[in-house]
Structure formats: structure tokens, C-alpha cells
């Protein structure tokens, strides 16, 4: 199986303020009940965007200036919480091809990387000044550039990325997704399963 | 120098190291329920792919279902889609699926030790962060995502990081009225909740001896909460014993063969580890949490935090954030705050022994008047034998619902949730915002007997002195 080889991601920028922001939080429990992810994409950090009456809360994700944005910028140990890859795949589904934060919770990076999402860190100061960055100039276009190593904003500002080397590597190669590499070894399985005390057929 | 159990564990179940220099690791129990499992068998189809190993994946419906009203159709119809996506699945690929109506039904975390699908030395996979509540019995257990369960269904297998390992030990007794849930509470107020990340932890010393296998299990499950993908207790007589006669428990030639795996699989006594840390049991009390997550947590008899006390900036915003969603008042005391629910349940602690052990303190109490109290056990199998020991009566008479089994207000993904702000005390596992099903409801965890204390009293109380608790 080909997959996309990602070395970098291109377009501009959105932040969502607020540290350990929880699975929860990026996609309320009561959108789970779906047996496909198509769909997920509208119900995005719901409950912050809405209040219960319906009305909006002015979140930057519904903020016109910051439409289109692919990017997502984030804080402090984002994903926290429940395993549900329906967080990632709803931020893949609303149309974020990144995400920058200071770092990331680690079934939540698991879960993107395998999405062929980039999570990539940047130091606290680093990240700050991306956010302003973003904010006060929305267009800016903001390159996360896996092949340097760094996250740029514009033409006048970039910093040093934090990532697995691993994960780095898997999406720089188009090995994201690790089902191929998986099924290459079925005869191993096999085999490995056979030696196991609890697992002869 | 030795090994650890981890090293040990996942040594054998490595097939190879993949180019990216991740492991190649074979699952040996995949367990899947209704949530976040039927995307994955949709994805299997895309790519044309069968299920390798069909006799190693168990299913059941836990997450959605009603507690209340189990008649098919559910009222829900999103519900009902779920569980017949699952059903209809587990029927095409060849799963066992331990339907509403099997009797063996119950949240996934509950129904895997209890069916004796749960051994020692294996490997657990489950599209459910609390996977790690199967460590328990010394098994290498974790939640992965969709994707991952798509994975172990075509290829039994995953790739993974190794994970490193801190032994965690405590030392000395717990005080009277204190649990499991209250050590884990205290350990992820100790390390943070992120604390754990990358690492596997291993609890160990005499209090982790001490405890029952439920209440092991109990303590396993909150490891993701502290960041700890997984956690466990090396195996020992207790498991073993356990595991006697549960009906997937191997038997005859299989068990003496299996007890000797089991027995050879736990933490050498020089074993290596990342880092270790030492906590006295002495030193944790009733626990609770006051925040929005669970290292936001004091012992019942502290006051909560102020935003003045918080170390750094990035601190006092959390500190601030979660006061003002619980609204409560920095500097004052936990005990004595109002609640208006209580729930005791879910995999952290909806098992026998919790509502056993809530039942011997409960028996001639009543509810508080100002309180909704909803008891829910974790399985089918639960549900018969508190019911067989008069255990819903006495439940019943206090003034509690008691319920058919599901994870129910824990996610409140079903009918069971909170209204506008109400408070609950809850013995679930996260505290997070709008967790229960209002998106501003609050959550105070703690031990089920602390809940039953607070929901007599209508408020956070010392279990200890609401149900004399001197043993
Ligand atoms: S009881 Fe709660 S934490 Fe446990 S599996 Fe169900 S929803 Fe998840």
C-alpha cells in the first residue's frame, strides 16, 4: 500500500488557547455514536464553540479571519484523555493538516501520526511567539517543515521542531500508516504466535 | 541484572523491529465493544482485508447502552445503529460477541478478568484508554485508537514503541477506609497527569501485595490518567488463584503448563528500571479531587488550593480554570461541599467487591433527600451476584437506583447523565469538563464508599466518621 510522502505542510494558521485540552474537549462524548468518522469534522471542539442555547462563543475556529486554516496551534499536552480517535480524525476531518503544540499526549500523537497528521513541539517561548504570530497576522503562511526540522511563520520567523524521529521518518517516507508493514510479516506472526504458551491454536 | 515483567513480556511477543524502529508486537487478547471498534471493521473492507486471528478478538456493548430500559430497540436510534454495526460484524469476520442478552455482557474492562480472557504474561489491546485496568494481572495491557484496532484485526498485531518502566513502590499499610482508588489518586497528584507519559508502570511493595485482584484492577486503570499508557502488578498467588475455573481459564495439562509461564514472567528481583519512586502508604487518606482533571486532587481533609499557591504562571491559569468551572473557593475546606449525584460504577469501580464493601456501610442508611443516586454494576455477572448476596436491596433501601450494567454516567454516552452544573461524586476515573453529559457538569472523584458517604450526607464527608470506619 502507497502511501503520501509528507516532508512538509504548507498553509496558514489557527490558535486554540489552553493547556491540557482533554479528547473530551476536542470532541464531546455524545458525537461518538457513529460507525463511520465521515461527519466529525462539524462537531470540532463543540462545546467550547457553542454555548447551550446554541449560540456562538466566538471561538477561533468560527472566527472568519482564521477560515481555511490547516494548521492548528496549540498548547501544553494536547489529547489528554480518552484514546478515541475520533479527536484526531474529527481535526483531520475539519481540514488541519498539522498540528504545533508545546507537546502532546501519547496515545493522541499515536493516533495522528497514523492519520498522517504531523504533530510536531516547539519550546514554550518559541510557540508564544507563533501564537501572536497567528493572531495578530492571520494570513501568514506557516510551513512545518519536517525535512529541516523547523516550523516557519512568513518569511522572517522560524524555530527548531520537536518530533519522534520516528514518526518524523514514518511520514517523511509514506510509512504512516503501518498496516503494510504489518502484513509483510504474516508468516512471522504466525510463527511468533505458535511459540506463545497461550496462543497455540 | 534482570528483568522486569514488561522487558519480559513484550521480549516474547515481539515478531520484528520495523525499519521505522518501532516493534512489531503480536496482540493476544484484543477485546472491542461498540464505540470505537465498527469504524474499523469499515476500514478492513476498504482495503479489501480479512480478520487474521478472529478466535483472539471478544466483543460486548458497554459504552451506550441504557441502564435503565434494556428492551431492543433502544429509544436511542444512534445507539442501536452502533450496537447492530458491531453485532453485524462480529457475525461476518467469525468474533464472539457477548451480546445484551448473552448474560455475560458487562463493560469491557470488567468482563475480561471476570471470563478469564485476562491472564498473565499476555498481551491486551482494546480501543479503550482504560485497557491498562488488565495489568492487573500482570499482563502487558493498553488502549489504542481506530486505527490500531484495524491493525490487530487484519495483522493480530501493532506497532509500537517500547515504553520505558518505573517501578512504583508502596511501602507500609492503608489506613482504615482507605483504598486503591485513593493510592492512584495519590500517585497521579504525586507524578501529574502526564507524568507517566512514555512510561509502563509497575506498582509494587507490600501495600500492592495486600490488595485483591478487583482492587489491583482498580488501581491498573487509573495508570492513563497519570499518562502511564500502561500499568501493572507482577502476578502472584492471588491471580492465580483468580484464575481458577473461569470459563476461558486454561485447564488440565494447560493450566500446569500456563502456571509455569505465569510464574516465570514476573519481575526478577534485580530487574532494571527507568526510575522508581517510593510512597509510604501511611501517607494517603481519603482522596479527592477538586479540579478538572485528576491530579487535581487532596485528601478529604484538605482545603482546596488557592491560585496563590500554584508554583508558576502556567499553573495558576489551570488552578484558576478549574476553580472557576467546579466553582468552588480556593482555601476552603472539600468536605461539606453540596453535591447533587452520586454514581458508583463504571471499571474503576463497578466490581463485587466495591458494592460489597459500600453495601457493609450503607445497610440502614438513607440517601440524602437533596441527592440522586444511581448504582451501576459493571457486568451482567456483577449485577447476579450482588443481587444473589441481597447486595441491590440494601442499595435500594439506602435510597440508590441500582441499574442494569454499562459504563453509564462515566461517559454518559446513554441516557444517564448530569443536568446543567450539578455536582457529582462519582467513582468513576476523569473529572474532565462536561465528562458526564452536561457540558457543565462537575465531577468529584473518589472510592465508592467515600460517594456512599457523600451521598448520605448530601456533601463531601470523611467516610471515616460518616460510617465509623475503625478497622
Ligand atoms: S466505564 Fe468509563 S472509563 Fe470505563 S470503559 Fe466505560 S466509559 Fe470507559
Redesign the pocket.
Known sequence: MALAKIERVVGRGVHVAGEDIDTDRIIPARFLKCVTFDGLGEHLFKDVRFREDGSKTGHPLDDPRFAGASILVVDRNFGCG?SREHAPQSIAKRGFKAIVAESFAEIFFGNSIALGIPCVSLARADLDQLAKRVESRPDTVLTVDLVEGVVRAGDDLGWPLGIKPGASEALQKGLWDPIGQLLEAKDQIRSVAASLPYMRA | MGKSLFDKVWDVHTVRTLPGGETQLIVGLHLI?EVTSPQAFGMLRDLGLRVMMPERTFATV??IIPTDNRKRPFQDNLAEGMVKALKDACQEFGITFFDVDSGRQG???IIGPELGLTQPGITVACG???TS?HGAFGAIAMGIGTTQVRDVLATQCLALARLKVRRIEVSGKLGPGVYAKDIILHVIRRLGVFGGTGYAYEYAGPAIEALSMEERMTLC?MSIEGGARVGYVNPDEKTFEYMKGRPYAPQGDAWTKALAYWKSIASDADARYDDVVRIDAAEIAPTVTWGINPGQAISVKERIPTVDQAPNAAERSLVEEALSYMQLSGGHPIEGTPINVAFI????N?RLSDFREVARYLKGSKVSSSVRALAVP?SMDVAKAAEAEGIDQIFRDAGFEWREP???M??A?NPDKLIGNELCASS???NFKGRQGSPTGRTILMSPVMVAAAAVRGAVADAREVFSIRR
Open positions: 480518552s | 465493544h458497554d459504552h463493560i469491557v474492562h479503550d484508554s482504560h485496568t486503570n460504577g463504571s471499571c474503576t463497578g459493571g454499562g459504563c453509564s462515566c461517559l454516552m468513576s476515573n476523569r
